[in-house]
C-alpha cells in the first residue's frame, strides 16, 4: 500500500513532528505521524519532502584498516543541522544494476556523536534507514560504521589482502533531503597503495570533492598496490587504463591498450564531445572468478573479468565498447526514471532495451569501424543474437518494452523461490540490440541512405542532455518512449508507430528477412548434419543421470508429461551417468518414441516421449545473390568500417 500523503501539510519533516496552532492543524500532523508510523511509511514521507532544506557540510572518510576482515570503517560527519533529528539512509541498489540487494545487510556497528564528542540516540527505521537525534548535537553528526566487503562485481565492493574496490552505493550512506549537497571524501588506506578513481588521475591524491551524493556513488574507488595505471590522449581528453591482476606475468598491455585508443577514436569520432576533462578504465583480471561483469558510469567504468591480461584481452576490448558507449547513451542520454534516483526501492523503466540494447548494438558496430572485428565477425555476432532470442520461449510472451520494466524481477537478482523465467522472459540486451540493428537499416533504407539510427541518438542527445536541467541530478532532463518515436519520425520524415507496436511494445516476430533484405542481406539458418533429436528441456548433468531444470512449452518432453525436477536415469535402458543426453538421443531419428527412464520424488517410472526435430542452431547473415544498387549501397554504407 502506498500512502500519499498531502504536500501542504508536510512542508518538511519538522512540521509534522512540531504542534502547529493554525486552524487546528496539529490534529492532522499528529494523526499522520501515528499513521506513518504505525505502517512504517517512512518512504512515503520521503516520497514527499520538499528538497529546501539548506544544504549541510558533508565530510566522508573511508577507512581501509583491517583488510584481511574484510572490513571497511565509514564516517561521515554532517555540520550545519539544524533539525531535531537528521536520517542516514544506505541504497538498496545501484544505477546500472536493476536488483535490489539491500545493501545495508552489511552494515555494523553503527554509532552517532555530536560536536562535543557526546553520543547521540538514534534508532532504525527500517531496512535501510537510521535516524539521529540531532537537538542536542551542537548542530554537528558524526556517524561511524562498519561495512563487510567482500564481492569484486559492479554492484558490491570488496576488499582483502591487495585491495579495496569500492562501489558508492554499496558502502556509502546519504543524509535524507541532502542528496544534491556537495561532499568531500577523504581515503585512510596502507601508504604504499594507489587510489583510482574518476575523481581525478592522480594515484596519490586522497582527498576528493563530489558535488552531489550522487556523483560520489557514480564514481567507483579502486584502492591497491600493484594497480598498473597507463594514459593516452584522444580529441583533447585524457584516457587513463587501470589494470588490477592476480597473474604476475601480466606485464604486457600492448594489445589492451592499442585496442582501447581504436575504440575511443571510433566512437567519439561519431557521437558528440563528452563534457568530461579525463575518463578512467579500470580492469580487474581474476583467475578464479565465477561471472564476469562491467558497470557504466559518467566517466568511468569498471569492467571485471576472469583470467588474466594476456588471455583475456579481446574479451576486454569487447567489453570495454559496450560500456564506453554508455558514456552517451544511458550516463547522459537516459531515460527519465534513471536520475535522480531514489535509491530505497525499484525505479523503473520501460525503455532498458534502448539503453542497454542499443548501447550492445553499437558496441558490435564500433568494434567493426574500429577494426578490431571483421564484417564477418560482426555479422556473426548479429546472427548469434537472432540465434539467441529464437531460442527463447519467452519471445512469445514478453516484449521488449516489458523486458526492461521487469528486469528488477531477473538482473542478477537472488531468487529464493522457484521461477519459470526460462520460459516466460526475453533479454533487454539480446533483443534490444536486434531492435537496433532492425532499426538502423530502416532508417537508411527509409532516407535513401542519408541517416541511420546515430543520427537519431545525436539528436535525442541534443534534445535532452543538452537541454535545461530538469532536476538537480543534471544537465538535461530523461527521455520518455514516445520521445524515441519522435525523434525517429523527425530524422526519417516517416511513422515508425506500427514497428514500435509490434516489435517494441509487441511479441510479434521480428521482420529479419524482410529489413536484412533492405541492405542486400538475408538471414540464413541451417541444421547442422549431425544435430540430433530435441527433447525440449534445459538440464543439468548429476551424478546418476539428467536433471530437468526447465521444460519448453509445447515441446517433446511437455507432450510427454516430463516435468522440471525429473531426474532421467537412462534412455532406453542406456545409463545417462556416463554418457550425456544428447549423444544418446543422436541414436534415434526425429519422431521416434523413446523410452526415457524418470525418477521423480523418489519413485521411477517409464515415460515414452516422441522426440522433436533438431533445430536450427547454425544462423547467418549472407548477402543476397540479387539486390538492386541501392539495396547494396545500404549495405556496404552499414559495414564501412572508417
Known amino acids: 500500500m502506498r500512502l500519499w500523503l498531502p504536500q501542504v501539510a508536510l512542508k518538511n519533516r519538522t512540521e509534522i513532528r512540531l504542534p502547529s496552532v493554525a486552524n487546528g492543524s496539529e490534529h492532522v500532523h499528529g494523526f499522520l505521524l501515528m499513521l506513518c508510523l504505525t505502517m512504517g511509511c517512512a518512504g512515503a514521507l520521503r516520497a514527499v519532502e520538499a528538497p529546501t532544506a539548506p544544504p549541510l557540510e558533508l565530510e566522508y572518510k573511508v577507512r581501509v584498516e583491517r583488510p584481511l576482515t574484510h572490513m571497511l570503517g565509514i564516517d561521515i560527519v554532517a555540520r550545519k543541522v539544524e533539525t531535531t533529528d537528521i536520517e542516514f539512509v544506505l541504497p538498496a541498489w545501484a544505477p546500472g544494476r536493476y536488483a535490489i540487494y539491500d545493501f545495508a545487510k552489511n552494515v555494523q ?9 557526546h553520543t547521540l540516540p538514534w534508532i532504525k527505521l527500517d531496512k535501510q534507514t537510521w535516524r539521529v537525534e540531532s537537538g542536542q548535537s551542537g548542530g554537528a553528526v558524526h556517524i561511524h560504521y562498519e561495512v563487510f566487503a567482500n564481492d569484486l562485481t559492479g554492484s558490491f565492493s570488496q576488499v582483502d589482502s591487495v585491495h579495496a574496490d569500492l562501489n558508492g552505493a554499496s558502502v556509502f550512506m546519504y543524509v535524507e533531503g541532502h542528496k544534491p549537497d556537495p561532499i568531500t571524501l577523504s581515503i585512510e588506506a596502507p601508504a604504499q597503495w594507489k587510489v583510482i578513481s574518476g575523481f581525478s588521475l592522480s594515484t596519490s591524491e586522497r582527498t576528493f570533492k563530489a558535488p552531489t551524493y550522487d556523483r560520489l556513488v557514480d564514481t567507483p574507488l579502486e584502492i591497491c598496490a600493484e594497480c598498473t595505471v597507463d594514459q593516452f590522449e584522444e580529441q583533447g581528453k585524457t584516457f587513463a587504463v587501470a589494470v588490477h591482476t592476480y597473474n604476475d606475468d601480466d606485464n604486457d598491455r600492448s ?37 564476469g561483469d562491467g558497470m557504466e558510469h559518467l566517466n ?25 558507449f554508455h558514456v ?15 535509491y530505497t526501492r525499484e525505479n523503473y523503466s520501460r525503455s532498458l532495451w534502448f539503453a542497454e540494447g542499443i548501447t550492445t548494438y553499437y558496441s558490435y558496430v564500433f568494434l567493426l569501424r574500429s577494426g578490431l572485428w571483421t564484417r564477418e565477425q560482426f555479422l556473426g555476432h548479429l546472427a548469434g543474437e ?13 516484449s521488449a518494452e516489458a523486458s526492461s520494466f521487469n528486469a528488477w524481477f531477473f538482473d542478477r537478482s537472488p531468487q529464493m523461490q522457484e521461477t519459470n523465467f526460462a520460459n516466460t522472459t526475453i533479454s533487454y540486451y539480446n533483443k534490444g540490440a536486434l531492435l537496433g540493428m532492425l532499426l538502423d537499416l530502416e532508417i537508411r533504407s527509409r532516407t535513401g541512405g542519408s541517416k541511420s539510427l546515430l543520427d537519431v541518438m545525436q539528436l535525442m542527445y541534443h534534445q535532452f542532455y543538452e537541454s535545461p536541467a530538469g532536476t538537480y541530478y543534471g544537465p538535461g532532463r530523461g527521455f520518455e518512449e514516445k520521445d524515441v518515436e519522435a525523434a525517429l519520425q523527425s530524422v526519417t520524415g516517416s511513422d515508425f508507430a ?12 521480428l521482420p529479419y528477412q524482410e529489413t536484412l533484405a533492405k541492405a542486400a542481406l538475408r538471414l540464413n539458418l541451417e541444421t547442422p548434419r549431425d544435430a ?39 534412455v532406453d535402458n542406456q545409463t545417462l551417468a556416463t554418457e550425456d543426453l544428447a549423444t544418446r538421443l543422436k541414436a534415434y531419428p526425429p519422431g521416434s518414441s523413446v523410452p526415457i527412464t524418470v525418477e521423480r520424488h523418489g519413485r521411477r ?3 515414452y516421449v516422441t522426440l522433436d526435430p533438431p533445430l536450427s542452431s547454425a544462423y547467418s547473415l549472407v548477402p543476397l545473390s540479387s539486390a538492386a544498387p541501392e539495396q547494396k549501397a545500404i549495405r556496404e554504407a552499414w559495414l564501412d568500417a572508417h
Open 532 to 570: 540430433g533429436p530435441m527433447l525440449g528441456i534445459g538440464a543439468q548433468m548429476e551424478n546418476r543421470g539428467v536433471r530437468i531444470v526447465s521444460v519448453v512449452p509445447g515441446g517433446a518432453a511437455d507432450r510427454a508429461g516430463l516435468s522440471r525436477d525429473d531426474l532421467l536415469i537412462d
Open 300 to 324: 568511468s567504468t569498471q569492467i571485471i573479468l576472469q583470467g588474466s591480461v594476456h588471455e583475456n584481452s579481446q574479451e576486454a576490448l569487447e567489453t570495454a565498447a559496450h560500456e564506453f
Open 109 to 117: 556497528e553503527f554509532s552517532a556523536e555530536g560536536a562535543d564528542h
Open 498 to 509: 506500427p514497428f514500435f507496436e509490434r516489435y517494441v511494445r509487441g511479441t510479434d516476430p
Open 605 to 607: 517410472d517409464r515415460i
Open 255 to 291: 594489445h589492451l591498450l592499442a585496442g582501447l585508443k581504436k575504440i575511443v577514436r571510433a566512437e567519439m569520432s561519431a557521437m558528440p564531445p563528452p563534457d568530461f576533462p579525463f575518463y578512467v578504465f579500470i580492469f580487474h583480471f581474476v583467475p578464479d572468478l565465477a561471472a
Open 328 to 342: 552517451w547513451n544511458v550516463k547522459r542520454l537516459r531515460p527519465a526514471a534513471l536520475g535522480p534516483f531514489d
Open 386 to 398: 537472432i540465434s539467441t532470442l529464437e531460442r527463447e520461449p519467452g519471445r512469445k510472451l514478453m
